[in-house]
């Protein structure tokens, strides 16, 4: 049975429908592998008991030749989505045992495509992290190891959603995506993750990180399954009165489209100082094989992408500080009483946040104090304003750009934990898409000299995924990666 | 240095040790619009519902919600501007104040900082003992309302309804255009009397639906602004008076010993009418005000503005004047009868329903104005909810009219009908005090006075003034039902004047 955790989502919905096995069993099989698979701590929560009583109603649907897109899959969902009757913690101790009364939209869009939920996975505490190592219920391990060396992180925020996936305990999870936390650790675990254009997913009922900036997505093992799942998850909200009210296009035709004649932009400023010389490498590999399909390289500038990670991690910060306001212990969640209210606040928050978090609560309070406004989050917003204008004037030249997702591959647990701004050059590559609202991609393409994945991102124009799967499609054709990490977790 | 250009008439002065001084007042005053839901949440806004039953997740700030704007609010916000003559802002942003505090759940409150919906306007006041004033209108900006804390139900605890959390309202603010107490309180009224009339708040004072803040500081007449401090939340015409002249007087009294105001935050504390300090100027919050990113800012069209405006009803300034023209009442009288739509409606289902033709309009001014807002404000009871309704009040006035009844026994049987005991007529017709018309009653009651009193009838003639002790005198035994008029004739002729 454990062969069926190998499969695709994309082969594994097609053997349910052709009634090869029953959600049961895959559910089943899934479930074995989640609790084999334990010492990597990408739970939070699991729900295998609703997920088998969900897989018996879908295996009842299916039997009837009934059932919605996802009918029957077993999925993961990132424990920022706020899930009906099960415990929510945004991998904080401040929410306690949280249980919202209601299902995010994205997961009731899942819900009703028929998901099977194994449970909510693990990620850095309130989506802030790049390793999953500020969860307040301990950091994830990356199933790739360099031979039989040490634990690595996963990446994050999204780390439980990447390690899920990549060691197969589910077909593919959701996750979030700020800065990169889709991306990087997709990158980090050589899954493919997808932060769709901003006002995509409804951002209604998933808690907040940095309103403007968060956007959910999809990692999964292939781009096909990444098409399949966010044409599940996204949709028009009127509860989000930022979501874009525009179709999708049919993302799963979009994968294997031709890219012929599509131009490929390669932007100069994507290269970093220290920067491994694999990633360079694998960077002119990209544009060999992107050419190889057909599509023209054109060479672009985007000269304020170096102003986009301090202004992403000073707008970040500045939403934070005030959205994490609500975690207050007065109405839900841990509260730790003090002398008098504002005691109480302050225990309550100095306790239930943990120390990045703080962090970046006080980097948002500063940022937004009386006298300091103007010069940061203002002139943030600027540049933020000048990083879409770079966009806008390279998408005259070309459909798509291709970049590396990552300065690096995944590095080990505890090794930058201590050093914030180390950790904040991971997200170099991909705050530019959150700034501009753009859809971007990591597709797994190769393999470093260790034997740790590393990615390549697509970004695209606001609102035309299609091209971004096309041409993501394209580049997994020709990479074609097939490595596997080692079980060594058994 | 700013200097506000009007000084107050000399009479509002407030005299001091070495010289007089003048009072500043600028109000902020908060409406709340009257939508049957929250500003951007779908939970009803009902006055008087037990706590936390009108509480929605987005209210209550549960994780991952989102707010929706409310666009009968933005449509309200945009009446009531064009109400205040005031330039409509296309573009308006919310913002989000952020401060701690258990009845602001979200850790922030929406409002609207930078970019206000409304900008500058103006509307003119008239306060009962001075002339007409221009007050400008700075702004007016939506807002969301906090819950309410409530610190008297246990000694340790503190409860919390947030019934009222996410409330909207309309926080409008004047420019510090005002002299005087009465013009602070005539300026709420004229405001009231607008959203009232636009339906856009329903004024509800004591119920906390229209409330001020109150900006008060004093300076040399014609001098320098000095520091001001703000009373917070002052809920009645008569408390807001009491508050800025306890609180001039408190600045007047720092400044003469040799003190500075503190730019302060103050409560108004209604039993004992003191103002005391809530929040010093050290202690104010740093609000780190920014556009709240979960909400696009409101791009409105100007033909959703024109189209606004071409339905917008009767204001009270028009109404005034349309009184002064179709009924002929003194402007007096038609201001204070259109400060208040209900006022004037009553007053016009008065004087111009069917079959009211008749009724004489400045008289039914009179008695609006003079026995009924008399007997209402005694009862403290509203006009809406008044014992004696327009139709009521009509058929009293129509008993007049046609001389059935004196206007001196129209007063007692007033008071009998405010007091529930029936209608006009009923009461008349019950109590036999229909007006003696029948001359030949009249002349023997006449006559028997005259017959009864010899003595002052001889002297009568050397004084003419001694005819009212005679009036007197026949009314009296007819008890108060014989025809005045009748009998100031029937007497002169029979005592040859």
Redesign the interface.
């Known amino acids: 049975m454990s062969d069926l955790t190998k499969l695709t989502l994309e082969a594994a919905l097609a053997g349910l429908k052709a009634k090869e096995f029953s959600s049961v069993e895959i559910t089943k099989a899934h479930i074995d592998a989640c609790m084999e698979a334990a010492d990597l701590n990408a739970f939070i929560t699991t729900d295998f008991t609703n997920a088998l009583k969900s897989a018996e109603k879908s295996d009842a649907k299916l039997a009837k030749g009934e059932g919605g897109a996802l009918e029957g899959a077993p999925l993961g969902i990132k424990d920022l ?2 899930t009906e009757n099960v415990k ?1 913690t ?1 991998g904080s101790k401040i ?1 306690g045992d ?1 249980k ?3 299902e ?1 939209t994205v997961t009731a869009n899942m819900k009703r495509d028929g998901m099977v939920m194994l449970g909510k996975l693990n990620m850095d505490e309130f989506a802030m992290g790049s390793s999953n190592e500020t969860s307040a219920f301990g950091p994830v391990v990356n199933p790739w190891r360099k031979g039989k060396g040490e634990d690595l992180v996963p990446g994050g925020s999204s780390g439980g959603s990447a390690s899920a996936v990549a060691a197969n305990m589910c077909l593919g999870a959701t996750a979030t995506d700020t800065g990169g936390s889709i991306r990087q650790p997709a990158s980090f675990t050589g899954t493919v993750g997808v932060k769709p254009t901003y006002g995509r997913c409804s ?6 990180f ?3 900036l968060d956007q959910a997505g999809p990692i999964t093992r292939t781009v096909k399954d990444s098409a399949i799942m966010l044409q599940s998850m996204a949709g028009y909200d ?5 979501s874009i009210n525009k179709p999708m296009p049919d993302l799963s035709a979009a994968c294997g489209k031709s890219i012929k004649g599509m131009k490929i932009g390669i932007p100069k400023e994507y290269t970093m100082d220290g920067m491994p010389r694999e990633i360079e490498d694998l960077w002119q590999q990209g544009i060999k094989w992107l050419e190889s399909c057909g599509a023209e390289i054109v060479h672009v500038s985007l000269p304020h992408t170096k102003y986009a990670l301090p202004a992403y991690y000073i707008v970040a910060p ?2 934070a ?2 959205n ?3 975690y ?1 212990g ?3 969640g841990e509260r730790v009483e003090g002398a008098n ?2 005691d109480t ?1 302050e225990r309550t928050r100095a306790e239930g946040f943990g120390k990045e978090v703080r962090r970046r609560i006080m980097m948002g ?1 500063y940022v ?3 006298g300091y ?1 103007d010069a940061y ?1 203002l002139q943030a917003q600027k540049v933020r304003t000048k990083i879409a204008d770079d966009f806008k004037r390279a998408w005259e030249k070309c459909d798509a750009l291709l970049t590396p997702t990552c300065p690096s591959a995944a590095f080990a647990v505890g090794r930058k934990l201590n050093d914030p701004v180390t950790m904040y050059l991971n997200d170099i590559f991909t705050v530019t898409a959150n700034l501009a609202g753009l859809p971007a991609m990591s597709v797994p393409a190769a393999l470093d000299n260790n034997g740790l994945p590393l990615g390549l991102q697509i970004i695209g124009r606001a609102l035309d995924e299609e091209t971004v799967f096309a041409a993501s499609s394209a580049l997994e054709s020709c990479a074609n990666f097939t490595e596997k990490p080692n079980k060594w977790w058994k | 240095m700013f200097t506000a250009k009007r000084i107050a008439d000399q009479k509002h002065w407030l005299s001091g040790r070495d010289h007089d001084w003048e009072v500043i007042i600028g109000l902020e005053v908060h409406a709340q619009v009257a939508s049957k839901s929250k500003l951007f949440s779908g939970a009803a806004t009902e006055y008087g519902a037990e706590p936390n039953t009108q509480v929605s ?1 987005v209210d ?10 409310n666009e009968f609010c933005i449509e309200q916000a945009v009446r009531t501007g064009l109400g205040l003559s005031a330039k409509i802002n296309l573009y308006s942003r919310f913002d ?1 104040k ?1 401060y ?1 505090y ?1 009845d602001l ?4 409150q929406i409002s609207q900082f930078e970019f206000p919906i409304v900008g500058e306007g103006e509307i003119e006041i008239e306060p009962e003992d001075g002339e007409a004033v221009i007050v400008g209108i700075e702004r007016l900006h939506l807002e969301q309302d906090a819950g309410k804390s409530i610190h008297d139900l246990s000694p340790d605890d ?1 409860f ?1 309804d947030l019934n009222r959390s996410g409330v909207c309202l309309m926080e409008i603010v004047s420019k510090p255009d005002m002299r005087s107490p009465e013009e602070a309180s005539a300026y709420v009224e004229k405001l009231r009397g607008i959203v009232r009339a636009l339906g856009t708040c329903d004024g509800d004072m004591e119920k906390g639906n229209l409330r001020a803040d109150v900006n008060v500081s004093v300076r040399k007449p014609g001098g320098e602004l000095g520091t001001r401090c703000e009373i917070k939340n002052v809920n009645s015409m008569r408390f807001i008076r009491q508050a800025i002249n306890y609180e001039a007087r408190r600045q007047i009294d720092i400044l003469e010993s040799g003190g500075e105001i503190d730019q302060e935050t103050r409560l108004f504390d209604n039993a004992k009418g003191e103002t005391r300090t809530m929040r010093s100027k050290e202690d104010a919050h ?1 609000y ?3 556009p709240d ?4 800012p409101i791009n409105i069209t100007q033909a959703f503005v024109d189209g606004i405006k071409a339905d917008l009803p009767e204001l009270p300034d028009a109404r005034k004047a349309r009184f002064v023209a179709d009924y002929g009442i003194p402007a007096y009288d038609a201001g204070i009868l259109t400060a208040d739509k209900a006022k004037g409606d009553f007053y016009e289902r008065l004087v111009s329903a069917e079959g009211a033709k008749n009724r004489d309009a400045k008289i039914a001014a009179n008695w609006m104005m003079g026995d009924l807002f008399g007997a209402l404000n005694k009862a403290n009871i509203d006009l809406d909810d008044s014992p004696v309704n327009s139709d009521a009040l009509g058929e009293l006035l129509d008993l007049i009219g046609d001389k059935t009844i004196s206007g001196k026994i129209a007063k007692d049987v007033f008071e009998k009908m405010f007091a529930g005991e029936g209608g006009a007529d009923e009461i008349v017709e019950r109590d036999g005090l229909k007006q003696v018309t029948d001359m030949g009653a009249i002349e023997k009651m006449v006559g028997n006075v005259i017959d009864a009193n010899p003595d002052q009838a001889a002297k009568v003639a050397d004084n003419p003034r001694l005819i009212g002790f005679f009036v007197g005198q026949v009314m009296k035994s007819s008890g108060g039902k014989a025809n005045p008029q009748a009998v100031n004739e029937i007497l002169r002729k029979k005592l040859g004047l």
């Open positions: 989505f706020c929510t945004a929410l949280f919202p009364q209601y995010s951002r209604w009922g998933v808690v907040a940095a309103s403007s009127p509860k989000d009165s930022t500045a939403e500080s005030s994490l306001a609500r207050d007065m109405r839900y209210l504002y606040y309070t937004l104090s009386a406004y989050y | 997740l209550a700030a549960m994780p991952g919600m989102l707010p929706v704007v989000r952020n701690f258990p759940p979200q850790g922030y503190t919390v740093d780190r005000y920014f990113p979960d909400l696009l």
